[in-house]
Nanobody
Framework: QVQLVESGGGLVQPGGSLRLSCAAS????????MGWYRQAPGKQRELVAR???????NYVDSVKGRFTISRDNAKNTLYLQMNSLKPEDTAVYYC?????????WGQGTQVTVSS
């Protein structure tokens, strides 16, 4: 079973930036498309960004132009660069395969955007 460990979250003011990381316990990025998901309090988990095996990326409209998904296959690590953060970006962020989350969800990393 592959383990996914997210990190990099924190408290940031509106307009600030964070870089999230997701470390996979073994090499999966050449096999699976990967996604960053988030879950805000009282809401369902949603996909915010996706990177295909071939490298193509897609974003939900609310983060386009602000978030960038990338990966380092050699390090088995997925990244999410988040700029111009807004209070509505506050959520727990997770990574998993896409479109079907194949592995157990990790603990996630909390992102709180507040002044």
């Amino acid at each position: 079973q592959v383990q996914l460990v997210e990190s990099g979250g924190g408290l940031v003011q509106p307009g600030g930036s964070l870089r999230l990381s997701c470390a996979a316990s073994r090499s999966i990025f050449s096999i699976y498309h990967m996604g960053w998901y988030r879950q805000a309090p009282g809401k369902q988990r949603e996909l915010v960004a996706r990177i295909a095996v071939g490298g193509a990326t897609n974003y939900v409209d609310s983060v386009k132009g602000r978030f960038t998904i990338s990966r380092d296959n050699a390090k088995n690590t997925l990244y999410l660069q988040m700029n111009s953060l807004k209070p509505e970006d506050t959520a727990v962020y997770y990574c998993n395969t896409h479109p079907t989350p194949t592995y157990h969800w990790g603990q996630g990393t909390q992102v709180t955007v507040s002044s």
